[in-house]
C-alpha cells in the first residue's frame, strides 16, 4: 500500500502549488473580463458576481495521481423576487442527494418578462430559473471574453474553451515556455453558481453519465464544498500532525479505480457511482466523527483503512449513508452549519441505487480489499494507467 501510494496516487506538492496558481491566475483573468463586458444597467440580466470558488479534491489535499483537472464555482448575479423551493429527486434520473428550484415569487412584476423569458421555464405555473438556458448562456458568455483573455495570456500559455449539452464548460490551459516548469496541460471546469449565501451554492444537476437523461431543467443541485473544507480544516486542526485520514481516502479511491478495469459492463460503470469520490468522502467524515481522532495517527493506517472498508461494506449493506451535513445535529459546534442546511431534511446518498447493485457493490469492495495486493500487481503497469508527472 505505501509503495502503491507513494509511485502512483501521491501528488507532488511542488507540481500541485503551481498547477494551482496558474489556474487561479487565468481563471481570474476571464472571470474579470466576463463581469466587465457583462455590466449592464438595471438587474434584468444575468451576470457575473466577480470571484470564483475553487473547489474538489485538489483544494482539499486527496486528490491522486495528476493535477490536471480542476473544479471552480464562478458565482452569478441574479434578479430579485427569485426564492429556492426543495423538491425531491425522486424520478429525475440523478442521483444527486438534494435538489431545489429557483421559483419567482408571486407577483412577479412585469418588466422582469424579458428576463423569465430568456431564462426561466415553467414549472406547476410558476416561473423557475432554467438550469440548461443559465449554462448555455455562460458558456456563450465565456466564449465572447476568451479572445481578448487569450490574447493578454499569449505569452504564458495557449486557452481555449469546450462544452457538451447540459454540462458546465470546460477552460483548457497548455502553458508555454518556462512559466509553468511542470509543463501540465490542464483542464477546468467552470461551474456556474447560484449564491444561497452562507458559503451555499446552486449548481445544475449533471446527467448521469455520456448518454444518461437530463433532470428537470427547473431544478437545481445543492453545492456544500465550502461547508466540506470547513470541516477539513477542523479536522486537521484537531487530528495528530501525522493523522493519516486524507491517505486512507486516497488509497481507496486508487483501489476502487484499479478494480474498475477487471469489472465488466453494466456494473462496471455504475461501479464508479454507488463509490463516487463524495460517497467515499461522506463514509471518511462519518467514520471520522465516531472515534477518538488520535486513532489516525500514521502508523495506524492499515487498520484505519480497513475500518472505512468494512464501514462502507456496512452501508452498502444496509443501502443507507445519509448525507453529512444535510439534517445532521451531530456535528462539532466548531462546524457552523448554515439555517438552511440544519433544517433540510436528512437525505440517503444510497436511495437511488438499486438494492442487487449495493449488494454486488459490498462484495466487490470486501473482495478488492482483501486482494489489493494481486490488484495493485496486476492493473499497475503503463497500459492501464497515465505516468505520474515529476517535478
Keep these: 500500500l505505501e509503495s502503491f501510494y507513494?509511485?502512483?496516487?501521491?501528488?507532488?506538492?511542488?507540481?500541485?502549488?503551481?498547477?494551482?496558481?496558474?489556474?487561479?491566475?487565468?481563471?481570474?483573468?476571464?472571470?474579470?473580463?466576463?463581469?466587465?463586458?457583462?455590466?449592464?444597467?438595471?438587474?434584468?440580466?444575468?451576470?457575473?458576481?466577480?470571484d470564483f470558488v475553487c473547489i474538489g479534491s485538489a483544494y482539499e489535499q486527496h486528490k491522486v495521481r495528476s493535477p490536471d483537472c480542476f473544479d471552480i464555482l464562478v458565482p452569478l448575479r441574479l434578479p430579485p423576487h427569485l426564492e429556492p423551493q426543495p423538491h425531491s429527486a425522486e424520478g429525475l434520473g440523478t442521483h444527486d442527494a438534494f435538489v431545489c428550484g429557483l421559483r419567482a415569487r408571486a407577483g412577479w412584476p412585469r418588466r422582469y418578462r424579458t428576463f423569465a423569458e430568456g431564462f426561466c421555464v415553467e414549472l406547476q405555473g410558476?416561473?423557475?430559473?432554467?438550469?440548461?438556458?443559465?449554462?448555455?448562456?455562460?458558456?456563450g458568455h465565456l466564449q465572447r471574453c476568451l479572445g481578448a483573455v487569450r490574447y493578454r495570456l499569449q505569452e504564458r500559455c495557449r486557452i481555449s474553451l469546450s462544452a457538451c449539452p447540459g454540462r458546465p464548460p470546460t477552460l483548457h490551459i497548455l502553458p508555454c515556455s518556462d512559466y509553468v516548469c511542470c509543463h501540465i496541460s490542464m483542464a477546468v471546469r467552470l461551474i456556474p453558481a447560484i449564491p444561497l449565501g452562507d458559503a451555499l451554492y446552486l449548481t445544475a444537476l449533471l446527467p448521469e453519465g455520456p448518454q444518461g437523461p437530463l433532470a428537470s431543467e427547473a431544478l437545481w443541485g445543492l453545492n456544500t464544498s465550502r461547508q466540506e473544507q470547513r470541516l477539513l480544516s477542523w479536522l486537521k486542526e484537531q487530528a495528530p500532525a501525522s493523522s493519516c485520514h486524507l491517505k486512507c481516502l486516497q488509497i481507496l479511491k486508487g483501489l476502487r479505480d484499479l478494480r474498475r478495469q477487471g469489472l465488466e459492463e453494466p456494473f462496471c460503470s455504475q461501479w464508479g457511482r454507488v463509490l463516487s469520490s463524495y460517497v467515499l468522502k461522506t463514509a471518511l467524515f462519518s467514520l471520522l466523527l465516531q472515534g477518538p481522532l488520535e486513532a489516525w495517527d500514521e502508523r495506524f493506517l492499515v487498520e484505519r483503512l480497513e475500518d472505512l472498508v468494512l464501514y462502507l461494506r456496512d452501508c452498502l449493506r444496509k443501502q443507507v449513508l445519509m448525507h453529512f451535513f444535510l439534517g445532521n445535529t451531530s456535528l462539532p459546534e466548531a462546524v457552523a452549519l448554515p439555517r438552511f442546511l440544519k433544517e433540510a431534511t436528512p437525505v440517503n446518498l444510497l436511495a437511488a441505487f438499486d438494492g442487487a447493485m449495493l449488494d454486488l457493490a459490498a462484495f466487490q469492495l470486501i473482495n478488492t480489499w482483501i486482494q489489493a495486493p494481486h490488484i495493485i500487481r496486476m492493473y499497475s503497469s503503463p497500459r492501464y494507467l497515465r505516468p505520474v508527472p515529476t517535478p
Design 126 to 139: 410558476r416561473s423557475h430559473l432554467s438550469s440548461g438556458l443559465v449554462l448555455r448562456w455562460f458558456q
Design 6 to 50: 507513494g509511485r502512483q496516487l501521491r501528488l507532488s506538492p511542488h507540481v500541485l502549488g503551481h498547477s494551482k496558481a496558474h489556474v487561479g491566475r487565468v481563471v481570474a483573468e476571464l472571470v474579470r473580463a466576463a463581469k466587465a463586458q457583462g455590466l449592464q444597467p438595471g438587474p434584468l440580466t444575468l451576470s457575473l458576481r466577480g
